[in-house]
């Protein structure tokens, strides 16, 4: 007899552990534009950090009045939306399972992949610290293994890279969907990979439609980026009985 979660999801994939690949898309992250080098705002902080205007992050919270001419300010300069959402994944069970693979695709055309191993700074400020220095080194090794890595790319050649068997993503210009009928879709599938905006308002480009197998609305409300990442990925290890197979190792 099939449970309520059981009707969502086939019987004979329930023992089956579907990796997830997580890509923060068109993410508020990048290093300051020469063209905000001068600005006042930008050298003042950079000369207290004794660092060139090119090596800082740039943040709407100490950049605001430099960015207000910015091509679509609205969607750039917000560092702490890739913090939070990474933190949210990264510490799941899900990666703790080796069942996840996350990458950001930056405002600028990076591509940062992420070593599920790798312990993010908690802190904020250390968090930047930590990108300036991907940017500046392009790797971010310790022991001998990677666990960050900044490439140039877009988000149509990271996807060309990863090669999805069914790409889904979340907009509220998406078709409205409950969460775990869309999870249990995609845990159907040999390779499936989620795309989330990085950005704090505003929609994804035209790209995302050349990407996209599906775009899905869950909430009739704009939600924070890390706010679907954490739902998106508890409803995916559900589908999947990850807790219950974790509790039965033990």
Not at 39 to 66: C, E, I
Request: glycine share 4%; no cysteine.
């Amino acid at each position: 007899m099939l449970n309520n979660n059981d009707k969502f999801f086939p019987l004979h994939l329930l023992n089956i552990l579907i990796m997830l690949n997580l890509i923060l898309a068109e993410s508020a992250l990048e290093i300051i534009p020469e063209s905000l080098w001068t600005h006042p705002s930008v050298s003042k902080r950079a000369n207290k950090l004794n660092k060139k205007p090119g090596q800082m992050l740039l943040d709407r919270s100490l950049h605001h009045r430099a960015m207000l001419k910015l091509e679509n300010s609205k969607k750039r300069g917000r560092p702490d939306i890739v913090h939070f959402s990474l933190l949210e994944a990264l510490g799941s069970p899900l990666n703790r399972e080796n069942l996840l693979r996350t990458y950001v695709v930056t405002w600028d055309n990076y591509i940062i992949s992420l070593n599920p191993n790798i312990r993010l700074p908690k802190n904020y400020d250390r968090f930047k610290g930590l990108i300036e220095q991907l940017y500046e080194r392009g790797k971010i090794v310790k022991h001998g293994k990677i666990l960050m890595e900044l490439r140039t790319g877009t988000l149509q050649n990271l996807i060309q890279k990863i090669k999805p068997s069914y790409t889904i993503a979340f907009t509220r210009k998406g078709k409205p969907l409950l969460l775990h009928l869309v999870m249990s879709t995609l845990v159907a599938k040999e390779n499936p990979t989620v795309i989330v905006g990085g950005f704090p308002r505003g929609h994804f480009t035209g790209e995302i439609m050349n990407v996209s197998n599906e775009l899905v609305s869950i909430d009739p409300e704009t939600l924070e980026a890390w706010t679907v990442v954490s739902r998106m990925i508890y409803e995916y290890e559900t589908v999947i009985r990850l807790t219950k197979k974790r509790f039965d190792r033990i």
